[in-house]
């Protein structure tokens, strides 16, 4: 029981993560495609772009894996 609820959390925790993050990047990319800011402030959004794009990436794959331990 204890597991399944961890798991539950997990599950929740991770999904509330990913529509944060899926948001926050459809606020980035044209800000970056633009490309009209200051050039500091222009690396630090690509950077932000990057890094949200790379969290996504391994929640993806976090995702998949609770999958597989949910069979």
């Given at each position: 029981m204890r597991a399944?609820?961890?798991l539950n959390t997990a599950r929740r925790d991770l999904?509330?993560?990913r529509r944060r993050n899926s948001l926050e990047l459809q606020?980035?990319?044209?800000?970056v495609?633009?490309?009209s800011c200051h050039?500091?402030?222009q690396q630090r959004l690509e950077n932000r772009l990057a890094d949200l794009e790379?969290?996504?990436r391994e929640l993806e794959r976090?995702?998949?894996l609770?999958?597989?331990t949910n069979q």
């Amino acid at each position: 029981m204890r597991a399944s609820l961890t798991l539950n959390t997990a599950r929740r925790d991770l999904e509330a993560e990913r529509r944060r993050n899926s948001l926050e990047l459809q606020g980035l990319r044209p800000l970056v495609n633009n490309g009209s800011c200051h050039p500091k402030l222009q690396q630090r959004l690509e950077n932000r772009l990057a890094d949200l794009e790379l969290r996504q990436r391994e929640l993806e794959r976090i995702r998949a894996l609770l999958r597989c331990t949910n069979q």
